[in-house]
């Protein structure tokens, strides 16, 4: 589809003075040569919080837009050549077509889609498509803890959060509010670098993020961080399912969609030679 901003303009260039006739039955506000603006094409512009002095602002605002864009039309039209016009003319209705079938293709699909992707699925097409999920970025599973600097009782802390039992997990997050950041959801992949990005500090012992099961103890001046690494993936790994799923998923509903639509130009083709509402003809 061609670019939205230039079409739209070359759509009004056609359509705006048919748009915009002088009606009795309507309120004309401005003029420009033979074309008017008039109270009804106003709605909706000004917000229903707007101040009295806000309101009259935005309404000179869109007159003097609107007396603009009249003026470079009719300029245009005297002085571009008959070429350039019958040339948008047939771009404008070239875009208003494709809107209108986009439109009722989005309709369509809109109601006749199914959204739901199974897992069978998700893993169907990550088994056949694995070469194209190779990682460009390490990948970690990870828990954290950020404690202030002054923390009383950081040694108890410490061996719960290595040790890991369900009995430490729970005492943890039952003393949680006394940690300034923390995740314990160390089944979830996250790059490495978003890691680092949120606790810089952490850069100083970036080799030892990626060693798998490994503990990190550092401080700066923001508090001590605690960092527990359950596993690594590196840059040129397969990544694994959990982490593309979304993408995937994505996938199959954009293949769902576009054969969706190609069925119902197939069908709407058919029925119309079917009833008569589409003929060709040949050549004389």
Same mark, same amino acid.
């Given at each position: 589809? !061609? ?8 759509? @009004?260039?056609?359509? @705006? ?6 009606? +009795?039955?309507? *309120?004309?506000?401005? !003029? ?16 229903? &919080? %707007?101040?009295?002095?806000?309101? %009259? ?10 007396? /603009? ?31 209108? +079938? ?12 199914? $959204? ?26 990870? !828990?954290?803890?950020? #404690? $202030? ?12 959060? !290595? ?12 003393? $949680?509010?006394?940690?300034? &950041?923390?995740?314990? &959801?160390? $089944? ?5 670098? %978003?890691?680092?990005? /949120? ?7 970036? +080799?030892?993020?990626?060693?798998? @099961? ?20 590196? *840059?040129?790994?397969? +990544?694994? #399912?959990?982490?593309? @799923? ?30 008569? &509402?589409?003929? /060709?003809?040949?050549?004389?």
């Amino acid at each position: 589809m !061609r670019k939205t901003g230039l079409l739209i303009l070359l759509f @009004s260039i056609t359509v @705006s003075c048919d748009y915009f006739k002088k009606d +009795a039955e309507q *309120t004309p506000i401005a !003029r420009v040569n033979d074309t008017y603006l008039y109270q009804e094409d106003l709605e909706g512009i000004i917000p229903e &919080n %707007a101040t009295v002095q806000d309101s %009259a602002f935005i309404m000179n605002n869109y007159i003097n837009r609107w007396a /603009t864009q009249q003026l470079l039309i009719d300029q245009a039209k005297i002085n571009l050549p008959q070429t350039k016009l019958d040339a948008y003319q047939k771009l404008v209705k070239d875009y208003k077509n494709e809107l209108y +079938a986009e439109g009722y293709k989005n309709a369509i699909v809109a109601q006749q889609l199914d $959204s739901t992707v199974s897992k069978n699925e998700l893993t169907a097409f990550y088994e056949q498509n694995k070469d194209n999920f190779i990682l460009n970025d390490e990948l970690i599973k990870v !828990r954290y803890i950020l #404690l $202030s600097n002054n923390f009383t009782n950081l040694n108890r802390v410490v061996e719960k959060f !290595r040790r890991y039992n369900n009995t430490d997990k729970e005492e943890l997050e039952n003393i $949680s509010i006394q940690f300034t &950041n923390y995740n314990f &959801n160390d $089944s979830t992949w996250v790059k490495k670098d %978003a890691l680092l990005r /949120t606790f810089p500090a952490l850069k100083e012992k970036e +080799a030892e993020l990626l060693k798998k @099961s490994n503990f990190t103890q550092v401080q700066d001046s923001l508090g001590v961080y605690l960092v527990k690494i359950e596993d690594v993936l590196k *840059t040129n790994d397969v +990544a694994p #399912l959990s982490y593309v @799923s979304p993408t995937i998923e994505q996938i199959i509903l954009n293949k769902r969609k576009l054969e969706l639509i190609k069925k119902l130009e197939k069908d709407i083709t058919k029925d119309a030679l079917k009833n008569k &509402n589409f003929e /060709t003809y040949e050549e004389r």
